[in-house]
């Protein structure tokens, strides 16, 4: 477990040490919701309407921003292939490096949603609601991401190709999470949304190791 | 399962494929004739009027762009299990047609929307699941492309797509989920006339036996292609 636990820090280190690609993420997060009501106007009947949708899908496109690096980093300069050989299964290994992105970019965005929830006017029951279906659902957007990081560990170019395979596999995050603020806006409850949410990213968390697994064996000739 | 490998033999599948594709390909002519007769002479719809025509085009290539993930992902696990590369070379060329098909399915659903809902787009919950399924089949095929290795490129799709099997039917049931939510139309009651009935089967069966065709076609093109590469190498050596 204390291999798993040095990889887990070691990841969060660099992702807040070298190029800080956690506080890139929530910077984009921020900008991304700044430019919607520029883009739609200032009513803010509209941007409360709005607002759940709008931060589910920036926080989405921030968190896909440092994906392509999950593996990427330790595959070229080859400490990818030390890791394979310590005694930790490349499925925790994998496992520790989904915990690692979603501590150093899902956590802060979620902490980071109420603030823009607020400047969206959107009513503090459902900021509520927004803030716990980000804490459910994020999870799921790094254990995706995972397997669309580790499928394209090997390309030049693979921060292209990442959002088109894996955004769609993400679409259920998106509906679920945002669908609850939405629930909760139109005054119904959102207990089924939150429920389906946290149960769609508990199976991605679950399943999602041992693809990005298979596919790191993969990329390194096993 | 030793005939289905027999059959996996790049020389037995040339043979065998080779002898069936020109029955396939005409009966593949005669569904497609008698069902587009089939279907411009039904009566008008007491609702749809004569736009009922378009199901006929539309809900086989519905069906169609569905099995072709199916079939993908079929070959993907042969390939992953016993990584033989004719599945592999399967897949991969059935992956256009399946972009293809669903690319006819939205287009004709859309066209159909204009006389039904009175506008080319509604976010209806099948042409929403469909419009994520067309993307799922261009990241399949990008991910194909981008990677040089074959064997490699081959590996990464099938596992791909076997994850994309296991996210469907949930893509599926949230766009449903979210379709209910937002109170979308809600169209195919699911009643059907014997009339369009006939017209309908035909032209599924003829929607099915064109992918087969073309399928087949392409598989035997790449055989072919990676022949003449190899023949090539040879001569260069």
């Known amino acids: 477990m204390s291999v798993f636990a040095t990889l887990l820090m070691r990841d969060i280190k660099l992702a807040a040490r070298s190029g800080g690609s956690a506080a890139l993420a929530l910077s984009f997060f921020a900008l991304v919701a700044t430019l919607v009501p520029l883009g739609v106007g200032a009513d803010l009947h509209l941007l409360a309407r709005v607002a759940g949708g709008v931060l589910w899908v920036a926080a989405v496109l921030a968190a896909l921003l440092s994906l392509d690096r999950l593996f990427q980093g330790d595959f070229e300069d080859g400490s990818l292939d030390v890791i394979a050989l310590s005694p930790l299964p490349l499925e925790l290994t994998s496992l520790a490096k989904i915990a690692a992105h979603w501590l150093s970019t899902g956590l802060p965005l979620t902490v980071l949603s109420p603030v823009l929830a607020l400047m969206f006017n959107l009513p503090p029951h459902a900021t509520a609601i927004l803030f716990v279906s980000l804490l459910a659902g994020t999870p799921a957007v790094s254990a995706i991401g995972a397997i669309g990081a580790s499928l394209t560990l090997s390309l030049k170019r693979g921060g292209l190709i990442l959002p088109l395979i894996i955004l769609p596999l993400l679409s259920p995050v998106v509906i679920f999470g945002a669908g609850a603020v939405a629930a909760t806006l139109d005054g119904m409850a959102a207990g089924s949304a939150l429920g389906l949410l946290a149960a769609f990213a508990t199976a991605a968390m679950l399943l999602s190791p041992f693809a990005a697994a298979a596919c790191v064996r993969l990329n390194l000739g096993g | ?237």
């Open chain 2, 1 to 237: 399962m030793n005939w289905l490998f027999r059959y996996a033999n790049p020389h037995e599948f040339m043979r065998l494929s080779g002898a069936v594709l020109p029955y396939i390909a005409v009966a593949t002519a005669l569904c497609f004739a008698i069902g587009l007769y089939l279907g411009f002479s039904v009566p008008p719809d007491y609702q749809q009027g004569t736009t009922i025509t378009l199901m006929f085009i539309h809900v086989p290539a519905d069906v169609v762009a569905e099995l072709i993930y199916g079939a993908i992902a079929v070959c993907s696990l042969l390939s992953l299990v016993w990584r033989h590369p004719l599945s592999d070379t399967a897949a991969r060329a059935a992956a256009p047609f399946g972009a293809l098909f669903t690319a006819v399915a939205i287009i004709t659903g859309a066209l159909w929307g204009k006389p039904m809902w009175g506008t080319y787009w509604v976010w209806d919950a099948r042409l929403t699941s469909f419009l994520l399924l067309f993307f799922l089949y261009l990241g399949y095929m990008a991910l194909w492309n981008a990677i040089e290795d074959e064997t490699r490129a081959a590996r990464a799709c099938a596992i791909l797509a076997l994850v994309g099997l296991v996210d469907i039917p949930i893509i599926k049931f949230s766009v449903d989920w979210w379709s209910t939510l937002h109170q979308g139309e809600s169209i195919m009651s699911g009643k059907i006339a014997p009339v369009y009935l006939a017209p309908l089967l035909i032209m599924m069966l003829g929607y099915n036996l064109l992918f087969f065709t073309l399928w087949m076609v392409r598989i035997r093109t790449a055989i072919l292609e990676r022949r003449a590469r190899n023949l090539m190498q040879q001569a260069a050596s």
